[in-house]
């Protein structure tokens, strides 16, 4: 038994039973895949994958007992080598971090700016997605952290803290008509087609339900993942904008106004995420406390060991 038997198991399941996939992401070739994932079945006495033909179509019942085990035995050696570079270089490595358009735009440049200065020989990687994307790749190890919304404590698979609220505000075009509103409403606002974010993006789900709880039906005539986007076609005439609050900073460069959207929608919280089990770096605890100050490694340190704990793989 060895790790690339281990490595060959797992990627056949997260790649759809694809060994054409398998082989690329692990550097080697379709026939030499085929050959570990069978060596590791004759070793153990069982099929781990049934077939049809040479395909894979799917994971036979042991084998869905095996693979929680390859997962946790691959996750701890991952775990072992990042103690290990802990250890001999406290300073240096690669800090990835998957969040959203609006926190990489908005609240990470002086988080970053500042984590930086403090280490200046660690890389960051910033991919950025809808938080369905950002979730799996903190659960593949592809990420470190993830940064989104709400939707990152549905996961199993990782552990979420929530770092801060925000609201939505409304944006308009210098000479709108909702300027002069004493008090926005959403029956108001309702008489306008409406620009804001994708499903799935940065509190949409909250805006989707106030419109609905109130009876209404929002007119979205365009929707974007990034708060530019939503603003610059709002600059153009074209609706009006619903955006996080972070964002409205660039309002006042494209002749746009704004209006407090707190009475009318819930608040949103972002969320931290981790891999359950993870070994994190002294310097992404750091990181954490930059973005987060008030979270405590101890108190990330106890979540994490409670929740390796309880994971039943």
Same mark, same amino acid.
């Given at each position: 038994?060895?790790?690339?038997?281990?490595?060959?198991?797992?990627? #056949?399941?997260?790649?759809?039973?694809?060994?054409?996939?398998?082989?690329?992401?692990?550097?080697?070739?379709?026939?030499?895949?085929?050959?570990?994932?069978?060596? @590791?079945?004759?070793?153990?006495?069982?099929?781990?994958?049934?077939?049809?033909?040479?395909?894979?179509?799917?994971?036979?019942?042991?084998?869905?007992?095996?693979?929680?085990?390859?997962? $946790?035995?691959?996750?701890? /050696?991952?775990?072992?080598?990042? /103690?290990?570079?802990? &250890?001999?270089?406290?300073?240096?490595?690669?800090?990835?971090?998957?969040?959203?358009?609006?926190?990489?735009?908005?609240?990470?440049?002086?988080?970053?700016?500042?984590?930086?200065?403090?280490?200046?020989?660690?890389?960051? /990687?910033?991919?950025?997605?809808?938080?369905?994307?950002?979730?799996?790749w903190v659960i593949s190890g592809k990420a470190d952290i993830g940064i989104a919304t709400e939707g990152l404590s549905q996961f199993k698979d990782l552990v979420s803290f929530a770092c801060y609220e925000w609201n939505h505000m409304i944006v308009v075009p210098d000479d709108h008509p909702l300027?002069?509103?004493?008090?926005?409403?959403?029956?108001?606002? /309702?008489?306008?087609?409406?620009?804001?974010?994708?499903?799935?993006?940065?509190?949409?789900?909250?805006?989707?339900?106030?419109?609905?709880q109130a009876g209404l039906q929002a007119d979205i005539v365009l929707t974007a993942m990034d708060s530019d986007v939503i603003q610059q076609y709002v600059s153009l005439g074209l609706g009006v904008g619903i955006v996080a609050s972070m964002a409205v900073e660039a309002s006042r460069s494209q002749?746009?106004?704004?209006?407090?959207? =707190?009475?009318?929608?819930?608040?949103?919280?972002? $969320? @931290?995420?981790?891999?359950?089990?993870?070994?994190?770096?002294?310097?992404?605890?750091?990181?954490?406390?930059? &973005?987060?100050? #008030?979270?405590? =490694?101890?108190?990330?340190?106890?979540?994490?060991?409670?929740?390796?704990?309880?994971?039943?793989?």
């Open positions: 038994m060895n790790f690339q038997q281990l490595r060959s198991i797992r990627e #056949a399941s997260r790649r759809g039973f694809n060994l054409t996939e398998v082989a690329n992401v692990l550097f080697t070739s379709q026939p030499g895949v085929s050959r570990q994932i069978r060596e @590791l079945e004759e070793e153990l006495g069982v099929d781990i994958f049934e077939r049809n033909g040479k395909r894979l179509t799917g994971l036979t019942e042991p084998g869905k007992g095996i693979l929680p085990i390859i997962e $946790r035995l691959l996750r701890e /050696a991952e775990n072992l080598q990042k /103690a290990g570079n802990e &250890f001999s270089d406290q300073t240096r490595g690669t800090l990835s971090i998957a969040t959203t358009h609006t926190q990489a735009r908005y609240v990470l440049p002086e988080v970053v700016q500042k984590f930086r200065l403090a280490y200046p020989d660690v890389r960051i /990687a910033l991919q950025q997605s809808s938080p369905e994307h950002i979730a799996e300027l002069s509103q004493s008090l926005l409403t959403l029956e108001e606002l /309702a008489k306008y087609p409406i620009i804001t974010y994708d499903r799935g993006f940065t509190g949409r789900s909250h805006i989707d339900a106030a419109f609905e002749g746009l106004r704004t209006l407090y959207g =707190k009475h009318l929608f819930t608040p949103n919280v972002t $969320r @931290l995420a981790v891999r359950r089990g993870a070994y994190l770096r002294s310097y992404t605890y750091d990181f954490i406390r930059e &973005f987060a100050p #008030a979270l405590s =490694k101890e108190e990330i340190h106890r979540a994490l060991s409670e929740a390796s704990q309880a994971d039943p793989g």
